[in-house]
């Protein structure tokens, strides 16, 4: 009788452990969908790019032993208003209509502006975004330089043959440094089967 009873405690505790363990899965999944549904939320948008890792799963990149250091230059002022086709628009209203976080300003290898907006100072930690680009064609050519990498004249399946059979097979890796590889991508946020939308969705559940 006890033996029986000790069996069913058993079952009982493993199938609460079983549960507990899928439900917290299951919950991290649905955290992250609801913070990709609203990422771009016009009163959530500066918060959640400062804290994207605590949503997202995360790999830290060790900054060089050595960084540069852009020296500062003779300070500037900010212009008050400045043309884009034609048009002229005032600086601050389109730094606050574009929710700009961070402003800097290089000349000649030297700061000459620098300010910061909506609570952000030169230490704060911010996703970087399309940025990356210029990074990752940066390490191209020291890839190139190194001879790691033949030409960018090369397809981007010399080097990734899972990718063959895709939209980039035959591609160059120059086309793809150049974001003219012809792949099509819908990168419209505020529609929900866009391309963008699609690939958050499985960024934050899972899958391919």
Not at 9 to 27: D, T
Not at 179 to 196: H, T
Request: aromatic residues 12%; contains cysteine; proline residues 2%.
């Amino acid at each position: 009788m006890v033996r029986k009873c000790m069996r069913k405690l058993a079952k009982f505790v493993g199938v609460w452990i079983l549960f507990l363990v899928v439900g917290r899965v299951a919950w991290r999944r649905l955290h992250r969908l609801y913070h990709v549904i609203h990422l771009f939320d016009p009163e959530r948008i500066v918060g959640n790019f400062l804290g994207m890792d605590k949503i997202f799963p995360t790999k830290t990149v060790h900054k060089s032993a050595q960084p540069y250091h852009f020296k500062q230059g003779a300070v500037m002022a900010l212009p008050e208003s400045f043309v884009v086709d034609g048009v002229r628009m005032n600086s601050a209203e389109f730094l606050t209509h574009t929710v700009t976080t961070g402003l800097l300003v290089l000349k000649n290898d030297q700061i000459v502006f620098e300010q910061y907006y909506q609570g952000h100072s030169e230490t704060t930690r911010h996703i970087s975004w399309s940025v990356a680009k210029s990074f990752v064609s940066a390490l191209f050519g020291i890839a190139l330089e190194r001879g790691l990498i033949r030409s960018i004249e090369e397809t981007v399946t010399d080097y990734l043959p899972a990718m063959r059979g895709t939209g980039y097979d035959g591609v160059r890796i120059k086309d793809v440094l150049q974001m003219s590889s012809g792949v099509r991508f819908d990168e419209d946020y505020g529609a929900f089967g866009s391309d963008i939308n699609r690939f958050g969705r499985v960024l934050a559940l899972g899958g391919s």
